[in-house]
């Protein structure tokens, strides 16, 4: 197996990787807050590591994949409050709709998908442990971790722990009970007319940084290959989860932390809190779902990307253009079965082999999707000049198999709906034994029915091809 190199937040340079058990690889993902529709800029992590999911697999590794469900926060009570439902309904629709969504991405279902609220058993167990290893204490109103008994915090964000502290020290707020304001929430205790659970430390709920720490012990064990997740979570949600979870177990958290890049609208930071995010429904709705998707993986994953309607549409065009290569090919395949050319077998096997080699270099380099699809392009303009000449079967259905390979890593699926439907395929071919009979007029009538089912039917030297008329 080829090496891959990952560049790790927490060293900060590409680092090759290498697996705590052999062909096997764990992830976790920090998963959607379930509040409301996710936005393109949420979608980013979903598709870059559901991508580098695929690519480990690709690779020959069993991968198990963890991403949560927030289900209970500050924000998913108070939009329960605002209409009018349990924060359990608002978590179900969303969850539901997180899936919709996720489906039409491509995206694959993760091995767990685990929900806080039905976590809770092991993260109480979790603050428990901190707190009899005297890693936290009870304050006023919940349980908190106090930063200055892990000395290596920030050792993620690279942040000055004394300037942070010294900052912090300023603005202590005495209600809390906290006892220095770096020092964060693990526990909170039950506001009136908020869900809550038991607790030693009486009624409440999760913090937020808590749950990912409890989720990823409970479905990985204490220490994981992979974790990742958008830059904006580095600090404090990723260095409160090495706190948590190093503190607790006394070993490793993980041995590779991933982080993508922003998605900025005019150059500014797409977020809900900015007012400037638009939702993948949304966009969906305009363009369709795999547009997106290709749109995100042409760049870099740790690059910024700005964000417009006009970019997404151009990624629309080029997906259309994978997917008339793949239908044409589909099409001669199935009308040249019999097609036999020595040359054009070898010669067609090593244009294929090459590329796919290119595509596995890219990858390997810290999923660089950006070049992968470059090459992916490259590929599809070769194998265009190729059919042209169709001479060899089995030449062609390697390449489509290969093409098929690279096309399903990426998750860039041409979906069967978008092959030629039979009734097509069936005229086409009435069509030639018309035309073999000489019989124009009924070859004439035929093409325009083909045309009526959406397609337009060119003559080539190698026989007939379609064209998805728009
Ligand atoms: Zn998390």
């Known amino acids: 197996m080829r090496i891959m190199y990952i560049f790790n937040t927490l060293t900060r340079q590409k680092e090759k990787f290498e697996p705590i058990e052999e062909g096997k690889v764990k992830i976790y993902a920090c998963g959607p807050t379930v509040y409301n529709y996710f936005h393109l800029g949420n979608a980013r992590p979903f598709i870059t590591f559901d991508t580098l999911r695929r690519y480990l697999e690709y690779k020959g590794y069993e991968v198990t994949f963890v991403q949560n469900f927030t289900d209970i926060d500050d924000k998913m009570i ?11 309904a608002l978590a179900d629709k969303y969850i539901d709709e997180y899936y919709k969504d996720a489906r039409g991405l491509n995206i694959e279902e993760a091995s767990y998908h685990p929900r806080a609220t039905e976590t809770i058993d092991e993260i109480v167990r979790f603050v428990s442990e901190l707190v009899d290893k005297g890693f936290a204490y009870v304050g006023n109103d919940g349980v908190y971790f106090s930063v200055e008994k892990f000395p290596e915090y920030t050792k993620l964000s690279h942040y000055d722990l004394d300037e942070l502290i010294q900052n912090a020290r300023k603005e202590i707020n005495k209600k809390s009970g906290k006892r220095d304001q770096v020092d964060f929430v693990l526990w909170k205790f039950k506001k009136e007319g908020e869900p809550a659970w038991p607790s030693p430390w009486g009624e409440g709920r999760p913090g937020w940084h808590i749950e990912c720490s409890a989720m990823a012990r409970k479905y990985l064990g204490q220490t994981i290959d992979i974790h990742c997740g958008g830059q904006d979570l580095i600090f404090p949600h990723h260095e409160n989860e090495i706190a948590q979870s190093e503190a607790a177990n006394g070993k490793p958290f993980v041995h590779y932390w991933m982080h993508n890049g922003f998605i900025t609208v005019n150059h500014s930071k797409m977020s809900k809190s900015e ?21 995100i993986l042409s760049s870099h994953y740790r690059s910024p990307i700005n964000y417009s309607l006009d970019l997404v549409e151009q990624a629309g065009r080029a997906y259309e253009r994978i997917e008339t290569c793949w239908k044409n090919m589909q099409f001669l395949l199935d009308n040249n079965p019999d097609a036999i050319d020595e040359d054009q077998r070898e010669a067609l096997s090593n244009l294929v082999r090459q590329k796919q080699a290119s595509f596995d270099e890219a990858m390997d380099d810290d999923l660089n999707t950006a070049e992968a699809m470059g090459v992916l392009f490259e590929l599809v303009r070769e194998l265009n000049t190729a059919m042209q000449n169709f001479k060899d079967y089995q030449a062609f259905k390697e390449a489509q198999d290969v093409l098929g390979k690279l096309l399903n890593v990426l998750g860039l699926n ?19 034994d018309a035309k073999k009979n000489k019989d124009y007029a009924s070859a004439d009538q035929i093409r325009d029915q083909i045309e009526q089912a959406g397609y337009k039917v060119m003559d080539t030297a190698q026989g007939p091809q379609l064209e998805k008329l728009s």
Do not use: C, H
């Open 275 to 295: 007012g400037n995010f638009f939702t993948v429904r949304e966009i969906s709705e305009k363009v369709g779902y795999m547009p997106i998707r290709l749109f």
């Open 78 to 88: 108070t939009r329960a409050q605002e209409d009018g439902i349990t924060v359990r």
């Open 414 to 432: 041409v979906s069967q709906e978008n092959q030629v439907p039979q009734e097509v395929l069936d005229l086409v071919q009435a069509r030639q």
